[in-house]
């Protein structure tokens, strides 16, 4: 059944306020890409993002648009005359309202259409509403009904290389299909994503990344080698390592890793029903408002061992990859900083590259002391639930998802005290081993700070005052050795760190 757009947007109080205006501009407004694919796919919720095409001179009518509308008004690209006007939400106006206008590009709005992305987005809806009806030249709306993304013309991705990794990225948000003529124009023009600007593929891949099934549409991306173009420095990683991982080596290695990130992070209330509110928080601690934790966890999974085939020696026999974290985090730096990723998104990721190798180091122990705990939090701060959310993964990805499953149920018994010996798979019993591990770290951060982050007894005076010192070098040290005393406690109040600090100075 074709949609009633007059029933459809003339519900929305946005376009009825737009329509007088579109009424006055000569040459013709249309509602356009986005805003109408969305209310075909009945999408939920208030209009709050719209696209309009508008005859050229667009920008007297966008102008006219934010003085009406009392928003302000911004220019996005005056070259291609792309202009938006926000209005923020007031007495009047529940939700705030993002209006972008772009001039339309060619003699008519047909061939404006024809130079877009994808059939499903090149459908326009003339303001005023009124009898017309959808103009829809390449079958979007067909191409909806069947859940299918195709382009809108044959040049489309040699035009503009970034509309493959959109491809994807609207397959995966919108869950729509790629034929098989995309699939193959994709893999013809894979390389060519090297010449979009980096802050644009940035801003494909976050939307890629902050689906459930990202590993999925990963996948996806590396069947078109586009992943690789993407990120060459993981082209090596397919045959690196093959005697471990099978084929498809450690890339392949990696994309079980996000897979099981994205089962983490789908729901973390499935595996820690006891932290999954608190658990959610953590993972966006110490980022910028507006910030995609999750996101940003799945990359850190995707690039962890991307320095294993730089680092790959045969020792005695058995391949090793010493140095790889902290290689890889060099490594992560440089392909994030040519993405035009943020200086905060950067860090995370190269801090959970960088230390993806400890929780397991602490499992080697045995026994994950007080101490340990501490230099562990320490170190990590409030990157440490990002990373061990990473290390959850790469140590759950050795595990098949069905023997996963069989194991969850046990993942948070305390490893000190858990009998694995029940348990025949020798591969299952080291994995729930490091995955109960991960857990007693998380459960020090959320229950236990007094030894995952205790605050300090004592401050820097009274530390010179106590031991009669300068300040300098050894004030920090002192800080450091009271703190760590702290958290093994040895040392419960400011009268047992007065103590504490004699002592050591004797």
Not at 67 to 83: C, P
Not at 138 to 166: I, V
Request: contains cysteine; aromatic residues 6%.
């Amino acid at each position: 059944m074709r949609p009633d757009w007059l029933k459809l947007l003339g519900r929305e109080g946005a376009i009825r306020e737009l329509e007088p205006l579109a009424g006055e501009h000569e040459g013709g407004v249309f509602v356009v890409g986005g805003t109408l694919r969305d209310r075909a796919l009945k999408r939920e919720g208030e209009l709050v993002d719209i696209d309009l095409a508008a005859a050229a001179p667009a920008k007297p009518f966008a102008q006219r648009v934010a003085r009406r509308l009392r928003g302000s008004f911004v220019v996005l690209d005056e070259a291609s005359r792309v202009y938006r006007i926000v209005v923020k939400a007031g007495k009047t106006r529940e939700r705030g309202l993002q209006i972008d206008v772009a001039e339309i590009q060619g003699a008519t709005i047909r061939e404006d259409l024809s130079r877009r992305d994808f059939s499903v987005n090149a459908m326009a809806v003339r303001l005023p509403l009124a009898g017309e009806g959808l103009l829809d030249p390449f079958s979007g709306l067909k191409d909806l009904s069947r859940r299918t993304l195709t382009p809108a013309n044959p040049n489309a991705f040699r035009d503009d290389p970034l509309r493959m990794l959109r491809a994807y990225r609207l397959a995966a948000t919108l869950d729509l299909k790629l034929d098989g003529k995309t699939v193959r124009a994709i893999r013809t023009h894979a390389k060519r994503i090297s010449s979009a600007a980096g802050e644009r593929v940035r801003s494909e891949l976050l939307g890629i990344l902050s689906v459930d099934d990202s590993a999925a549409r990963l996948r996806a991306m590396d069947e078109t080698r586009l992943l690789t173009a993407v990120f060459p420095e993981l082209e090596d990683s397919r045959r690196c390592a093959e005697v471990y991982y099978g084929p498809g080596g450690v890339l392949k290695h990696s994309l079980a890793v996000v897979d099981r990130a994205d089962r983490l992070l789908a729901d973390p209330g499935k595996v820690y029903p006891d932290w999954s509110g608190r658990f959610e928080e953590a993972l966006a601690a110490g980022l910028p408002p507006g910030s995609n934790p999750k996101a940003l966890v799945r990359l850190a999974c995707l690039l962890h061992d991307v320095a294993k085939p730089a680092t790959a020696k045969k020792i005695k026999g058995r391949l090793r990859f010493f140095g790889h974290e902290s290689r890889g985090a060099a490594m992560s730096l440089e392909i994030l900083k040519r993405l035009r990723f943020s200086g905060d998104e950067a860090e995370t990721i190269r801090v959970c590259v960088h230390h993806h190798l400890r929780p397991g180091n602490l499992a080697a122990n045995k026994i994950v002391s007080d101490k340990a705990v501490f230099r562990f939090f320490r170190d990590l701060d409030t990157h440490g639930v990002r990373l061990l959310a990473v290390c959850w993964a790469d140590h759950a990805s050795y595990l098949a998802p069905a023997a996963l499953r069989s194991i969850l149920d046990r993942v948070t018994e305390d490893p000190h005290r858990s009998d694995l010996s029940r348990i025949r798979s020798e591969d299952a019993r080291k994995t729930l081993f490091h995955l109960q591990v991960v857990s007693y770290l998380l459960d020090q951060w959320f229950n236990r700070p007094e030894t995952s982050r205790p605050q300090r007894l004592l401050d820097g005076n009274s530390v010179m005052k106590a031991l009669g010192i300068a300040p300098g070098p050894g004030v920090g040290e002192a800080l450091e050795a009271l703190t760590e005393a702290q958290a093994e406690g040895i040392v419960k109040n400011r009268s047992e760190a007065l103590n504490f600090l004699k002592t050591r100075k004797t």
